[in-house]
């Protein structure tokens, strides 16, 4: 089944600089990379999400690309802002009639210090 | 607010009970996932349902099962539980093929 490997697991930066996760997959079926922001106590939030067809996606100050030969995705966020900080986790799926179930990386924590 | 809705918020019981969590996707989705986070395991995806059959499974333990009703909410069913089942339980719904929205969980504790 798909692997995804997420790294830093923990990320800390000065408030303005940029972040970046990054992910791998093993599965060079899967086609979908969505991402979540988790804040603490609170349910997984999709931020940005990308399919296979397109390199790069960028919503104002989170971007995210995808290098389908090296199977390996991105989350880049720039400008950070305290409440940027979260657990921010990438995950990976094979998009498919009737839904697609997710495999997720294990987390990275990030903490904007302001 | 995702439009998905879980019950109860809460829920403490002892080892060797049994519980079940309810969760109501957003209008118009017909698919419904139940994922587990614990501190040390991350998101675990459970179980699919889509439009009330099953539609893939993962590392769902046996003491597990869940069902989606004809108005498409879904409940999942704890049994035999014990302490390393405390955890997190999240549904999260979808249209046919889209993007997943979590629900804002159940946090099981069994003592």
């Known amino acids: 089944g798909e692997n995804v490997e997420q790294h830093p697991s923990t990320l800390s930066v000065q408030e303005g600089d940029s972040a970046v996760i990054k992910c791998t997959y093993s599965?060079?079926?899967?086609?979908?990379f969505p991402w979540y922001k988790q804040e603490l106590g609170k349910r997984p939030q999709l931020i940005i999400d990308?399919?296979?067809?397109?390199g790069e996606k960028k919503d104002q100050r989170i971007a995210v690309t995808l290098n389908k030969t090296a199977k390996h995705f991105s989350l880049h966020i720039t400008e950070t802002q305290p409440e940027d900080s979260a657990v921010y986790f990438c995950?990976?799926?094979?998009?498919?009639?009737?839904?697609?179930?997710?495999?997720f990386g294990g987390g990275t924590r990030v903490l904007v210090k302001p | 607010d995702s439009g998905v809705t879980q019950t109860p918020k809460h829920l403490i019981t002892a080892t060797g009970q049994r519980v079940t969590l309810r969760c109501s996707p957003r209008?118009?989705?017909?698919?419904v996932y139940w994922y587990q986070q614990s501190l040390d395991q991350g998101l675990q995806f459970l179980i699919q349902?889509?439009?009330?059959?099953?539609?893939a499974k993962g590392n769902i333990l046996e003491r597990f099962s869940a069902q989606q009703f004809p108005d498409l909410h879904s409940e999942l069913n704890l049994s035999s539980l014990e302490l390393g089942d405390s955890a997190l339980y999240f549904c999260?719904?979808?249209?046919?093929?889209?993007?997943?929205?979590f629900g804002p969980g159940t946090r099981l504790t069994v003592t």
């Open positions: 999260a719904s979808s249209v046919e093929v889209g993007e997943q929205y």
């Open positions: 599965d060079s079926a899967s086609n979908y």
């Open positions: 990308i399919r296979s067809n397109v």
């Open positions: 995950a990976a799926s094979i998009k498919r009639a009737a839904g697609n179930k997710l495999t």
């Open positions: 209008s118009g989705d017909l698919s």
């Open positions: 349902y889509y439009n009330g059959e099953e539609r």
